[in-house]
């Protein structure tokens, strides 16, 4: 059945609300294959870890879930770790694709992950499969920019999609809209406690270790069998409350240039965000930040700091980096 959306008309597929016009095309797009892969080199060389510390939940919530990600890698569906320069969740090798830049309009390198500055992000363009011709059919947006509940969508794009602005997690499943649609779930039914690729984990499990939920990743492990993003959460109790420190190990580094540059003009390619979702019993609430580190930072490298969650700008840390660095070509 379709609905009305203002003066443009939507279908809704799967739970997500897309132009008619776009239906039988969505719908026919090739979703990702069940895929098992070797181990070999696809495992990115270097990781680090991250301790977060005095993660406070506001008064009257409580924690209820973390998910950190390096928004500058990308898994394949063959278990490849590829680069993301523009941190959209569309890899390099895909965006430079000439023919899709000319059928989806998308594009690698820009920092809001919007080619054309719609409101509608490249990966949501993409995995909608709303072509270039068919971008007039989209609603205005007014503000592109904006996140009211900071979920990692846009409130436009919430709009197509069919989700709450301004509830972070709609389907209440325990994890962000955005978190979901990146990792190509639904995020308007609650998928969190499924197993679609039989392998073990849970949709929710995947997510937080951002290995895909569609196909098997036994084999998406470091060569001494530990997979990537180990959350290691300690409870703090003080006079103040409850704060919590978070330590995350695993964490892969990409070895690529981004746009983001520290003081000394080097670029940061990696930037992680640490997304902390805070409930009251009724609904959540997202505190996140997000931290840089170079691509030269040393394997194993550690870096701790106090998280604060309402900071409008990137924490650069200054890692130990390689004294051998040789940049990937972009």
């Known amino acids: 059945m379709g609905r009305f959306l203002g003066s443009h008309k939507f279908m809704i597929s799967l739970g997500i609300v897309v132009p008619l016009s776009l239906f039988i095309f969505f719908n026919n797009c090739a979703g990702p294959r069940m895929a098992e892969v070797l181990l070999s080199e696809k495992f990115p060389p270097k990781v680090v870890t991250l301790r977060a510390n005095k993660i406070c939940p506001a008064p009257g919530r409580r ?193 690529i240039k981004t746009g983001t540059v520290n003081e000394d003009g080097q670029g940061a390619a990696n930037v992680v965000q640490i997304m902390v979702v805070e409930k009251d019993g009724v609904q959540s609430r997202i505190q996140k930040m997000t931290v840089v580190f170079r691509a030269e930072a040393k394997d194993g490298s550690r870096a701790e700091f106090d998280f604060d969650g309402g900071q409008t700008q990137s924490l650069f840390l200054d890692l130990p980096v390689d004294t051998v660095f040789e940049e990937v070509p972009r």
């Open 63 to 255: 924690l209820d879930s973390t998910f950190v990600t390096n928004l500058a890698s990308v898994v394949g569906s063959d278990g490849t770790f590829l680069p993301d320069e523009d941190l959209d969740g569309l890899s390099n090798d895909l965006e430079q694709d000439l023919n899709l830049q000319k059928l989806f309009g998308i594009g690698p390198a820009h920092p809001d992950s919007d080619v054309n500055h719609d409101g509608f992000g490249d990966f949501t363009i993409f995995r909608l499969g709303i072509t270039t011709a068919n971008q007039s059919g989209l609603p205005p947006c007014v503000d592109r920019l904006a996140d009211t509940d900071k979920d990692g969508l846009k409130d436009c794009e919430e709009l197509i999609l069919g989700t709450v602005k301004s509830n972070p997690d709609t389907d209440d499943d325990g994890v962000p809209d955005g978190v979901e649609w990146r990792a190509r779930l639904n995020p308007r039914y609650n998928d969190a406690a499924l197993d679609p690729d039989v392998d073990g984990l849970s949709n929710l499990n995947e997510v937080r270790q951002n290995s895909p939920p569609a196909f098997t990743n036994s084999l998406i492990i470091n060569p001494f069998g530990v997979p990537l993003y180990q959350y290691d959460l300690q409870t703090k109790v003080s006079d103040f409350g409850v704060c919590y420190d978070l330590e995350i190990s695993n964490i892969p580094v990409m070895n």
